[in-house]
């Protein structure tokens, strides 16, 4: 595979600036040897400011084209870039794999994604933006309500799903008549860029997608340019706070934050332990627990701990780590880059300095490949510190921590104590328990016996408390790319009579 960075997009034209050219043989080998560390270097060089600019320009021309299609004509140009991103599922699966250092059976998964995304967005979250008439809202007034576009719109992506989470968004956005300039993570721009060369393919007139790279300086200069009226973006907590602090100012602008999680399990002494293990063993390890969904904290209850745990440790220690795409289909590979690494050992530190044993302890992997392969962690903690950071924070790697319980309102009130609420999900076979975790846990999804991973597009997906707000993503995306226009209608001119006003002087 010849990886050429084609530079930042906008007037229908990749830029090809000096300096991003094709990765030199050499830099090809450090990039499949250690996934993640090179492309973030390259573009660290390569990021021109002057372009911001431009590509909001682009943005505002390609909006005027764009707003005044219908949605029949957007949805053909949606379907072409469907074949396209179909026919080239397996390049981008590769970069993925390479970028950001997921197996490529699941890179795979996530290029499948950007097709089937398509079909999603036109048939269930079409019709939730199609105008609609209500008869006799009021006596010979029909009321009409219209859903326009915001404008140009800013999607700003996270590392660990380059294309699948920008997919969604971009869909949506487009298909509503909104124009977008996309900045993907300066972790995986590559398989970013690859994206884009289908939207490019697939002919969508000149500025309604635009591409820009580049770190937070350049998503902070566009986020906050009043000319962008809609900012849709997946991260964490932390950059989540700096969009709202960069445009709070700007009331009509439409900020969307899908961030981070803290996502507990439980485990009812009812559970069907051999379809909870492997649940649970994805939702913890998977993408080397590099998911926003992963899950962290589980809630044992204390009748089958000694058993379900002994068992998670068994399957986690048959776990294998190996390179993205040399290796046999391991379960995971590498973290993205060496923060990540470190991040992982110090929190695993954490929960050691707060109390938690260490049930599998967190260690770097020699695989013989350049790159940060560790080990899944397992920790328990008896009582844990429910204000502690390990407890709080998200963590990002593959650890994950069992707490008992005697009695499921312990249970819940130990699920709700950190400050995310994206995912949760409950293991029973009792509906009652279920009842009540619907009822009390504080968390955007809850799912019954499946894991906290694994989403649907045909549902919305967002979290609660500091892991959104309240625009959730996936079916309900297409909700905040409009703006709610409400109209009442009369062809009537003759009911109104001066007679009628109240108050005037003979
Ligand atoms: P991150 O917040 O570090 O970076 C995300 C993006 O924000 C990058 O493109 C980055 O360049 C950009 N950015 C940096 N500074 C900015 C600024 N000042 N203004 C605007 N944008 C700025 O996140 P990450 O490490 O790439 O991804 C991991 C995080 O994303 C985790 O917290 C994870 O839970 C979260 N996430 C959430 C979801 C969800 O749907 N809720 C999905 C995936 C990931």
Redesign the pocket.
């Known amino acids: 595979m010849q990886m050429l960075l084609k530079g930042d997009y906008f007037n229908g034209k990749f830029t090809h600036p000096e300096g991003l050219v094709n990765l030199s043989t050499a830099q090809e080998k450090i990039l499949k040897n250690c996934p993640g560390e090179l492309t973030h270097k390259l573009w660290e060089a390569g990021v021109f400011y002057d372009h911001i600019e431009k590509s909001i320009e682009s943005a505002q021309k390609g909006f005027d084209t764009w707003r005044k299609l219908s949605f029949e004509q957007r949805v053909s140009y949606l379907k072409k870039y469907q074949e396209i991103v179909r026919a080239r599922k397996d390049e981008i699966a590769m970069a993925l794999a390479l970028e950001v250092g997921k197996p490529l059976w699941e890179a795979k998964t996530e290029a499948a994604a950007l097709d089937s995304k398509v079909s999603v967005t036109i048939s269930d979250s079409l019709e939730r933006i199609k105008q609609e008439t209500i008869k006799e809202v009021m006596p010979k007034i029909d009321g009409h309500v219209v859903y326009k576009p915001l404008g140009p719109c800013f999607v700003?992506?996270?590392?660990?799903?380059p294309c699948h989470?920008a997919n969604g968004q971009i869909l949506s956005a487009l298909l509503a008549g909104n124009s977008i300039i996309f900045?993907?993570?300066?972790?995986t721009i590559y398989s970013a860029q690859l994206m884009i060369e289908c939207f490019h393919q697939a002919g969508f007139p000149e500025g309604v997608i635009n591409f820009i790279n580049g770190?937070?300086l350049t998503?902070?200069k566009i986020?906050g340019d009043k000319r962008i009226r809609g900012v849709f973006?997946?991260?964490?907590?932390?950059?989540g706070l700096?969009?709202l602090e960069?445009t709070y100012t700007d009331l009509g602008k439409l900020v969307a934050l899908?961030?981070?999680?803290k996502n507990s399990t439980i485990i009812h002494h009812d559970t069907n332990m051999s379809h909870a293990l492997p649940e649970l063993l994805r939702a913890c390890f998977l993408t080397t627990g590099q998911r926003?969904t992963s899950t962290s904290m589980i809630l044992i209850h204390r009748k089958i701990e000694q058993e379900f745990i002994s068992q998670f440790k068994a399957l986690t220690e048959r776990i294998t780590v190996g390179h993205p795409t040399k290796s046999n289909d391991p379960f995971m590979g590498p973290l993205i880059d060496a923060h990540a690494e470190k991040l992982y050992f110090d929190f695993c530190q954490f929960g050691k300095d707060e109390g938690a044993e260490e049930i599998i302890s967190p260690r770097k992997l020699d695989i013989g490949f350049e790159g940060h392969y560790v080990s899944p962690s397992i920790h328990y903690a008896k009582k844990p510190d429910l204000k502690g950071k390990f407890i709080q924070e998200?963590i990002?790697g593959p650890n994950c921590f069992f707490v008992p319980y005697d009695d499921i309102e312990e249970a819940i009130k130990i699920a709700n104590c950190t400050e995310y609420g994206?995912a949760a999900s409950v293991f029973t076979r009792d509906p009652e328990i279920y009842k009540l975790c619907l009822r009390d846990i504080d968390s955007g999804l809850l799912n019954l016996n499946r894991s906290t991973v694994g989403a649907t597009a045909r549902l919305p997906?967002g979290?609660l408390k500091s892991?959104?707000n309240h625009r959730p993503?996936a079916v309900s995306m297409i909700d905040h790319c409009v703006s709610t226009v409400a109209s009442l209608e009369t062809l009537d001119d003759n009911s109104s009579k001066i007679s009628d006003v109240v108050g005037l002087k003979e």
Do not use: Y
């Not at 900045?183 to 972790?187: A, C, I, L, N, V």
């Open positions: 700003i992506g996270p590392f660990n799903f989470l900045k993907p993570s300066e972790k770190t937070g998503a902070g986020t973006f997946t991260g964490s907590k932390a950059i700096k969009i960069n899908e961030l981070g999680g926003c998200e990002f994206l997906f979290g892991s959104g993503a």
